[in-house]
């Protein structure tokens, strides 16, 4: 199969793409005093035309009948999507009940919906205010008291919202450390929500976003190993005077983060506030109190295009990341290795997937979040560093060959003519350019790179039949009929897309409603958030990204619909394994 030039499909990209100048959530304050309060509907209809124009979903915190029910429908008037936030406390019954109370009447007053609600999360850090700062602070996991309450709250609140047709998540958000003292909240919550701060870790802004990341991505592989999706609920910097430079600091970078690495953040907070005496607390807010936006958050953020570098012998270069398949820390985070590509869990696949960024000329590497470097006086040596404007990480690509644009010019080389290491990898190096082939590298675009997407359960070939996703046992025939099993899978966009010639326009799997066992269509690929999916390189699952809790599921019968289902990591109709299509991969 024939695919357009990597460079030239690069510079198209890099030319064409517009930046999303979006969070992807923000927090937002009902509160008018410390105590409480509701703001009143021209307050929070005037902050809402605000936050309109940075963010598509806001996060709250506690419910209360006419505020939330105020909340709810201003921010479906403005375009807004919102996630509920219960206010309970450990020990203090009367607190989840009230709340409780709160959603059934929102419920029976039908102003909650699967349209405006993204989801509910039972508490928040109310696991680190009784564990760190109360009572079970002395006795540690012994106590569970704690853990039992919440999660009890957590069951209650799910049964009777999916007794009422309700599919979006129900969760409990905690901080990091709580959910690694709890590793049982993984199975239990429909989705992984945690909060982290760098900043009240003693963090300097220039590293607190990569802290951020490398914090992240170990709860991120625990979330994967429990079947889940996760999301960072809450993460910011304050701009209280003396360090309001910081505040721009780690929010560009956040945001640069958050963008190549899809990690779906809300930003904490949308205003400063305008109550309270600790001047830090107060000045976390994107707008300042007269909802003026500060100039530091008037930020760009560049797009990248994610590729394959395939070398000798059907491998590819990898990085490693911060955490392993196996529940381990990784010792050589960043390590530049070749191995074979990711083709079904377990596995990372993140490891072989780079970020070109074609106006500076560097390689990032999506698992360590750090870019290419060749550094040294006379020979080089081949690494992953932080991101920079040094020579050292710019590249070329000339007659299948990456040269350094350093003072060397030296190329890549893989030597997979030497055994591998023990775990399998090839090392990578870099020498002065020889044209032999263990210098050949091929920088191949993830959205025009042919994969077969199989289902464990039967080995069946996932296929587009006139229209419909189904999957068969057998190749099809002909060479027209050969891209109805062939797909590209983008994990920066997240599109699933279907190489088929029955449509004249590249066209992806799209799933319009959230809803169990619900039919999937294939679209003119856009940026609709109905086409964005999440491979799951542990258990296997698909994810939809927004449809957060429902997989891809294969019926059991040969040319029986795949659909949408509730994610079961154990089922394997819905464990998928996807394989480079490529000469040197046995493919075509």
Known sequence: MKVPSSLAIAAAFAASSTVDAKFYGINYDTRTSEWGGCKDSTAIDTDFAALNQLTGRIRIYGIDFNCTKLVLETAAYRGLKVWLGMSSEVGVDASFQSQMYALTKLVEAKTINNDGVLGVEVSSEALHRYYVLGLGNTAGTSDHHGIDTVLGDLRTVRSYLRSHDFTFPVVITDTMDMYTKFPKLYNEVDMVAVNHFSFWEDKAAEESAHFTFTRFQEHQFLAKRAGKLIELHATGWSSAEGISSDQGVFTRDLRTLAARQNLNSYYFTAFDSTFGTNKIKRSFGIYDVYRDIKLNMRLRVDPLYPVRLWAAGGNVIKAYGYWNTDNSANKNPGRVYAAK?????????????????????????????????????????????????????????????????????????????????????????????????????????????????KIKAHRGILTETSGKLTWQTTRVKGRRNLGRQTWTYNPVTQLIASSSRNYENQHCLEAPRRINSARLVFKVCSSDVNQKWVVNDITGQIHHATHIGFCLDGHNNVDGLVYLAWCDKNNPNQQWSIKPLRDDMGGI
């Open 341 to 453: 590509p990711y083709i079904g869990p377990p596995g990372n696949l993140d490891d072989e997937i780079w970020q070109w960024d074609a106006e500076n000329n560097r390689l990032y590497s999506t698992s360590s979040n750090m870019c290419l470097e060749s550094f040294g006086n006379g020979m080089q040596t081949l690494r992953t560093s932080p991101c920079s404007e040094d020579t050292n990480q710019k590249w070329k690509i000339v007659n299948k060959t990456i040269v350094s644009q350093n003072h060397t010019k030296f190329c890549i080389h893989v030597d997979v003519d030497h055994p591998p290491n023990h775990d399998g990898a090839f090392e990578v190096a870099i020498f002065p350019c020889n044209r032999l082939p263990h210098q050949e590298i091929s920088l191949q675009g993830t959205s025009f790179e042919p994969l077969e997407i």
